[in-house]
């Protein structure tokens, strides 16, 4: 069955430290892999995608196929990122599943 | 000019009453979606049209019913609302499901609508 994985509900870390949301997957073929944010009050909007290998806001975040992992870095974890993050694979039957979710909570 | 727009923004209501919430996107994509998200902030596909075609009904009660006039608009109409119905509901869009992705583009990046916040009583 296709599922994604985030281990953690919660992450706490206080500023300057780096950060690491965890997401694994299982998806026969080759799904696209996504990243969304839901900051405080805000409607959801993409953070990066595998595709492009971009960092944005200091995230990046590396497909690991051999791992089915596609976690999500950033060195120095800063107030302003604490948000809900969630992982998306997307198949090309339009399906897209949303991970669970990781509440980020960047401490002062 | 906003991408992805929800009406109503909150919506509180009795139980067993029917309610609808629109979506409109003026993005010219062709695929728009429905979403749950609960109290634990879990996010759950609910329906996923393609030029007004449905491509995906997940597991939903038939209380429940899509309906898209065109492909810029998918409403979600909800008939004998229960307790269990209260979340927030989000709209969604994307370009084109059909396609498959290549390095350079993606057709199924989601732009999401605001949000409605449905409160069952």
């Known amino acids: 069955a296709q599922r994604v994985t985030q281990p953690e509900k919660l992450l706490s870390v206080f500023k300057g430290a780096p950060v690491e949301l965890k997401c694994n997957y299982s998806y026969s073929g080759s799904p696209e892999l996504f990243w969304y944010v839901q900051y405080s009050r805000q409607r959801l909007q993409l953070l990066l995608r595998h595709i492009s290998r971009e960092s944005i806001k200091g995230f990046t975040a590396d497909l690991n196929k051999g791992e089915t992992s596609f976690h999500l870095k950033k060195p120095f974890a800063q107030e302003e990122d604490s948000a809900m993050y969630y992982c998306?694979?997307?198949?090309?039957?339009?399906?897209?599943?949303f991970g669970d979710g990781t509440t980020l909570t960047v401490k002062p | 000019d906003t991408a992805v727009s929800q009406t109503p923004k909150y919506l509180v209501t009795q139980m067993g009453n029917d309610k609808s919430i629109k979506c409109e996107q003026n993005l010219g994509h062709d695929t728009m979606y429905w979403y749950k998200q609960d109290s634990k902030k879990f996010l759950k596909i609910m329906f996923s049209?393609?030029?007004?075609?449905?491509?995906i009904n997940e597991t939903v009660p038939n209380r429940f019913s899509p309906k898209s006039p065109d492909k810029a608009h998918l409403n979600l109409h909800i008939n004998s609302l229960e307790l269990g119905d209260s979340a927030v509901y989000f709209c969604a869009s994307s370009q084109d499901r059909r396609r498959t992705w290549t390095s350079a583009n993606s057709y199924n990046e989601q732009f999401f609508g605001p949000g409605t916040r449905l409160t069952v009583l």
């Open positions: 998306a694979p997307y198949t090309n039957a339009g399906k897209s599943t």
């Open positions: 049209y393609n030029n007004k075609e449905l491509i």
